[in-house]
């Protein structure tokens, strides 16, 4: 059996399970296991189905078992705020419900409004001070203001909140914890104390005995259960990555200073920097700027920016339309066939965040900009004024310009000039969107490594076990290790 590392990597459409391993110097990525992810209704939300996703994480353990690997530590990332609740009998409380559920509609203007009238509520602008976290309609502190108007007894029966890996975690080997960089999702850990806040929690109305001790990075919280072991077929020790999949991300970006940018770039962009500290004034505020919680108490200052999901959910409508999903490269050329159309929406909008139909969606922001296409007959192939390409350009000219305004509200709020722009995840591969960058922030990009998430899952275990000395020897190892891309601004 092969010495290696297993990182379990699930995003919001598929998971896997990776395989790390160092090789003469060398990191060496294998999957060994994927499996679907997606939304599912019920009760009246959208929710995750986390009982099949906790299974899917036992069938890639034995998958891996079963290619000859013996993994000596494993650790798990997905994405932030969402929850499960446990009871005193560690039985699930309700449903894990997801963040593009539409529960949280208007809960922040609710809070701020009883807040200024000296009611039961939150202000934005003092929890934005005392937590450095970005204004999101999902962020957690929404979900359980929710949770509590309309089902009360949930919180009254609760004893524990668990983040989705950390449910997952707890499956595995029955420790609880919260860790790190997906707890500072939640709005309610102090930047500066890097724990819980109390004083938020009780003016949220939350029973503070449900928050775990928060653990950070590189904690080992056990081996696998007796049950676990046997189903699974090998034991091994579970670490905490930074559990965040943006968190791990970051750790994986092969940059040599601190003068460049990071974009972690698949179903949601999240571009920033790393800072010593946070930046909570009311200028990084009213720039909707974010302080997630990072390895080694870094602060990820950072732009959640819709991502591509936009363009995913366009080929998944398309497939249904057309009866066979377009792959990302037909996408691409049909966007490059209307490099002249030039309309740009706003990405971030919240009607981008789950639209009956995106292509409608698009077509109509689009017309709003530009009013003479709603004159257009209809098109065959979208069922809207657009065409697959004006659609697809639309979407690069918004994420573009989104980068753009983004670096450059970076580079004033910072007081740092950057050099370079890197570029993680799957979205490192679209090579035109990569170039459309460039372009628009001026900036030399370098795309790459694809696995970000991944990779930087099994840096913070590679560290822990001692074979990596430190976060610059791992990036040092990365660029040794993987194919870089760069793109120069035209």
């Known amino acids: 059996m092969k010495r290696?590392?297993?990182?379990?990597?699930?995003?919001?459409?598929?998971?896997?399970?990776?395989?790390?391993?160092?090789?003469?110097?060398?990191?060496?990525?294998?999957?060994?296991?994927r499996f679907e992810n997606g939304l599912v209704e019920k009760n009246g939300h959208l929710c995750w189905d986390i009982d099949r996703l906790a299974e899917s994480v036992i069938e890639g353990m034995k998958a891996a078992a079963a290619a000859g690997y013996q993994p000596q530590t494993m650790g798990i990332d997905t994405w932030a705020v969402d929850f499960v609740l446990l009871d005193r009998d560690n039985r699930r409380i309700g449903d894990a419900v997801a963040y593009r559920d539409a529960r949280t509609d208007g809960v922040r203007d609710k809070l701020d409004r009883l807040a200024a009238e000296g009611g039961e509520g939150v202000n934005f602008a003092h929890q934005y001070a005392r937590t450095g976290i970005q204004y999101l309609q999902f962020n957690t502190c929404y979900q359980l203001a929710a949770l509590r108007r309309e089902h009360p007894e949930q919180?009254?029966?609760?004893?524990?909140?668990?983040?989705?890996?950390?449910?997952?975690?707890?499956?595995?080997?029955g420790v609880m914890a919260n860790e790190y960089t997906n707890a500072t999702t939640t709005a309610l850990v102090n930047a500066e104390s890097r724990d819980w806040d109390?004083?938020?929690?009780?003016?949220?109305?939350?029973p503070r005995g449900i928050f775990q001790q928060i653990r950070m990075p590189g904690t080992e919280?056990?081996?696998?259960?007796?049950?676990?072991?046997q189903?699974?077929?090998?034991?091994?020790?579970?670490?905490?990555?930074?559990?965040?999949?943006?968190?791990?991300?970051?750790?994986?970006?092969?940059?040599?200073?601190?003068?460049?940018?990071?974009?972690?770039?698949?179903?949601?962009?999240?571009?920033?920097?790393?800072?010593?500290?946070?930046?909570?004034?009311?200028?990084?505020?009213?720039?909707?700027f974010t302080n997630e919680g990072g390895y080694?108490?870094?602060?990820?200052?950072?732009?959640?920016?819709?991502?591509?999901?936009?363009?995913?959910?366009?080929?998944?409508?398309?497939?249904?339309?057309?009866?066979?999903?377009?792959?990302?490269?037909?996408?691409?050329?049909?966007?490059?066939?209307?490099?002249?159309?030039?309309?740009?929406?706003?990405?971030?909008?919240?009607?981008?965040?789950?639209?009956?139909?995106?292509?409608?969606?698009?077509?109509?922001?689009?017309?709003?900009?530009?009013?003479?296409?709603?004159?257009?007959?209809?098109?065959?192939?979208?069922?809207?004024?657009?065409?697959?390409?004006?659609?697809?350009?639309?979407?690069?000219?918004s994420l573009a310009a989104d980068y753009a305004r983004t670096a450059a509200d970076l580079a004033a709020l910072t007081g740092r000039t950057f050099a370079a722009l890197h570029i993680v995840g799957g979205g490192s591969q679209d090579q035109y969107l990569n170039q459309r960058t460039a372009d628009a922030t001026g900036l030399p990009v370098y795309a790459g490594p694809t696995e970000g998430t991944a990779l930087g899952n099994l840096i913070a275990q590679w560290i822990a076990d001692d074979e990596l000395k430190d976060l610059g020897e791992a990036r040092k190892t990365i660029r040794d290790s993987f194919p870089i891309q760069e793109f120069m601004p035209r």
């Open 231 to 288: 189903e699974a077929g090998f034991d091994c020790r579970v670490l905490l990555p930074a559990t965040h999949d943006t968190g791990s991300a970051f750790l994986a970006v092969p940059a040599e200073d601190n003068r460049s940018l990071f974009l972690s770039s698949g179903t949601w962009s999240l571009m920033g920097v790393e800072n010593p500290a946070p930046i909570t004034t009311a200028e990084s505020r009213e720039a909707n």
């Open 221 to 229: 919280l056990g081996h696998l259960q007796p049950a676990v072991r």
């Open 296 to 397: 080694e108490y870094r602060f990820r200052y950072l732009r959640n920016i819709m991502g591509l999901w936009m363009i995913q959910s366009v080929r998944r409508e398309l497939g249904t339309r057309l009866g066979k999903k377009p792959s990302f490269q037909e996408l691409i050329a049909r966007a490059e066939e209307c490099t002249d159309f030039d309309v740009t929406v706003e990405a971030d909008d919240p009607r981008f965040l789950a639209p009956a139909s995106m292509l409608k969606e698009v077509a109509a922001a689009a017309a709003e900009r530009r009013p003479a296409l709603s004159g257009r007959p209809e098109d065959r192939q979208t069922g809207t004024c657009l065409t697959v390409g004006e659609t697809m350009q639309t979407i690069y000219n």
């Open 198 to 206: 109390d004083e938020l929690i009780r003016a949220y109305g939350l």
């Open 155 to 173: 919180l009254e029966q609760a004893a524990a909140f668990l983040m989705i890996p950390d449910y997952l975690n707890w499956r595995l080997t």
């Open 4 to 33: 290696c590392h297993l990182a379990v990597d699930i995003g919001a459409s598929s998971g896997r399970h990776i395989i790390g391993e160092l090789v003469a110097g060398r990191m060496k990525l294998t999957e060994v296991y």
